[in-house]
């Protein structure tokens, strides 16, 4: 039985605490190493507060795990004392009524002071700060936030499985330049040296998509493009939407292929994701690749000369013998033909 995955179809600045942090790393499985985790900024302002009143600051949609870090400071040198802490959204509809809630932080605590909020249920939070007990100063406390977030053990296991199976899978199907390697860590890190044979993905991004196989396998293989367009060579590899075609095609090569393009497509809508990795996909690029996922034959039949002239030779019998309904299966045949000249009048047979 081949092993290749197209025959198998397997596929699916803090001064205090966070700058301080090392970052946690999962076991490595063979080829991949990930950072399980990353801290965001949230915020970073001065606000106005008068006597007798309070701010409540919307903070982002935060699970199970997450780490607020707030750091709290006043400019007053007398009057140091206010009140911030974070509520959830039940506790922010009791504040408003007046009625007993939950919260973690400080009341009047004396400025600067830190302190972290644990996460424990998925939903929306809120930073209070609050001033209503004083009769005539007002504060101008500044807040400094940062969110640390820790991916799911089971979700840090399963997010390295499918990037190993993707990346042993393209090394079945095709001839690549050289061994590549899979290391996610938090955007911004300094990325290994050109040539170092490592696919570097953002934690932030990816990290969240151990539950969508086709997702994290687009941003691989988006990344795998990016490596090896002067190797093959990939023309205008170094363009993102170059990039973006490459990717959907090698996930067109997978079982229900169609399917994962447009999971890959679907994780980055509503999502600012760009702003932090450079590689994310935009609203139009997200829209494109959406249409590869619908028009399949498209994309193929323009990368197909291409593409099979690197592909292995299980890999392209594959094709002839397995079609999918968007495969050049006359190419495949023929480029298979070119490596292995037949007698007279025997030729590599496939499905009609």
């Known amino acids: ?13 803090f001064g205090f605490l966070v700058g301080s942090l090392i970052w946690p790393l999962a076991p ?3 080829g991949v190493q990930i950072f ?50 974070i509520v959830d959204e039940s506790g922010y509809d009791r504040l408003k009524k007046k009625l007993p809630y939950e919260m973690q932080g400080k009341v009047k605590g004396i400025a600067p002071f830190n302190f972290q909020a644990t996460i424990s249920s998925t939903g929306k939070y809120y930073l209070v700060l609050d001033n209503s007990y004083a009769t005539l100063i007002k504060k101008q406390p500044t807040v400094e936030i940062k969110k640390l977030t820790t991916l799911p053990e089971d979700g840090v ?13 393209v090394k079945t ?14 955007c911004g890190q300094d990325a290994p040296a050109a ?34 367009t002067k190797s093959w060579p990939l023309a205008n590899g170094e363009k993102e939407e170059v990039a973006d075609e490459f990717a959907a095609l090698l996930l067109l090569q997978l079982a229900d292929g169609p399917r994962l393009v447009g999971e890959w497509a679907t994780s980055y809508e509503n999502r600012d994701f760009a702003s932090i990795d450079k590689h994310a996909l935009t609203p139009p690029r997200i829209a494109t690749v959406h249409g ?35 495969d050049d299966v006359e190419l495949a045949k023929t480029e298979y033909e070119k490596r292995h000249p037949t007698a007279p009048g025997k030729k590599v047979k496939g499905k009609k």
């Open 1 to 13: 039985m081949h092993s290749a995955i197209r025959y198998t179809r397997l596929f699916l600045s």
């Open 28 to 30: 490595a499985h063979a």
């Open 36 to 85: 399980k985790s990353f801290a965001t900024d949230v915020l970073k302002q001065k606000f106005e507060i008068s006597a007798g009143d309070s701010k409540v600051i919307s903070l982002p949609t935060a699970e199970p795990g997450d780490v607020f870090f707030v750091q709290v400071a006043l400019n007053s040198n007398i009057f140091k004392d206010v009140s911030a802490f």
């Open 157 to 169: 296991d399963r997010l390295q499985s499918t990037l190993q199976t993707g990346l042993a899978g």
């Open 173 to 186: 199907m095709f001839g690549l330049p050289r061994d590549y390697n899979v290391r996610v860590q938090p």
């Open 195 to 228: 040539g170092s044979g490592e696919l570097v993905l953002c934690t932030e991004t990816v990290g969240r998509m151990y539950d969508k196989p086709g997702a994290a396998l687009g941003a691989l293989f988006h990344a795998l493009a990016h490596a090896v």
């Open 292 to 326: 590869y996922a619908t028009k399949p034959a498209e994309l193929i039949q323009r990368w197909s000369k291409d593409l099979y002239p690197r592909m292995k030779d299980d890999a392209l019998l594959r094709i002839v013998s397995n079609p999918e309904p968007y």
